[in-house]
């Protein structure tokens, strides 16, 4: 294709009216979630910017082989993705979750070479990380307009209008569909799916069932970033709700449950202790050895992904996986 199109250099955050709204969320996160039992809080309170941070720092270190797994996939197939994604047609590239969108880069320098010039839209509830991901991007990629979203996708995908002769490649990579329970995980996509157009694709990334031993290394590094990346949270709600957690009398804890195919992570007590938390009036009291339920990761099978785009809605439009097969890309589209 290669055809230019001029396009103009989008530098602005939309907010959703994040502000206030985030801090209700939080709250009513921390409320729902230390009042339950047994305790749990919800992964996206990971991403603040100081754990946004300590993600990046974990995506780096030797034992967590997901991010350069799928990097090395999309490098070696992302021109093909791509083609395969616009089948005939100029495409925009969305990222739910975009994070620092390192690997996305491979995608979008595809994208460039293909047709010129393309629009980048990350979509994350962390306004600093898509901040340093459209510097990033617009400093290395010139032929990419970004055009950030600070909103929660999880609910459904309110997206602007297409161009006319465009089509969307909605990213969701890293595995990140693995935090959801399958439920929650079909209502996601069927969500995604109602926000796009026929033409428009999903291209999802899968983390495979393995043996356990590389899994747990993965979520309990040797380094313990991955145990401070966890506590963070509780030092998040102490930033933002005036809580009195005593991080450090909080062990991290990952696990593989065989029945459920999942990796969990869990903060224990070290202690029996009571933590208030000031602005929510609320006082929750901690056995010795009781566990908040922080994370779960699902490890997939070969072929589930295509089943959960195809029970969602989409046609499966093709898959690509690693020479040892422990991770998987797969694109669906809209008919």
Known sequence: MGVEHRIERMTTIATSGAGEQAAEQVARAAREGLLSRPKRLPPW????????????????????????TER????????????RAADGARLRIVELGAGSADKTRLLLAAAVARQGTVVYEPVDVSASALQAARERIERELPGVSVAP???DYMHG????????????????IGSSI??????????????????????????LGVDLVKDESALLVAYDDAAGVTAAFNRNLLARLNRELGADFDVDSFAHRAVWNEAERRIE????????QAVRLEALGLQVEFARGERIHTENSYKYRPGEAETMLQAAGFATAGSWTDERGWFEVCLGRVD
């Open 149 to 151: 979203r600070v909103a």
């Open 157 to 172: 995908l309110a997206l602007e209008p297409e161009q006319a002769g465009e089509r969307r490649l909605v990213l969701y």
């Open 72 to 83: 090395g996939i999309l490098r070696q197939f992302a021109g093909e993705i791509v083609a």
């Open 178 to 203: 693995g935090n959801f329970d399958p439920e929650d995980a079909a209502r996601l996509l069927a969500g995604v799916r109602a926000g796009l157009a026929a033409g428009d694709a999903l291209l």
């Open 265 to 272: 992570m869990h903060l224990e007590s070290r202690a029996a």
């Open 45 to 68: 309170l990971f991403y603040d910017e100081a754990g946004s941070r300590l993600f990046e720092r974990i995506t780096e270190l030797p034992e967590y082989y997901l991010t350069r």
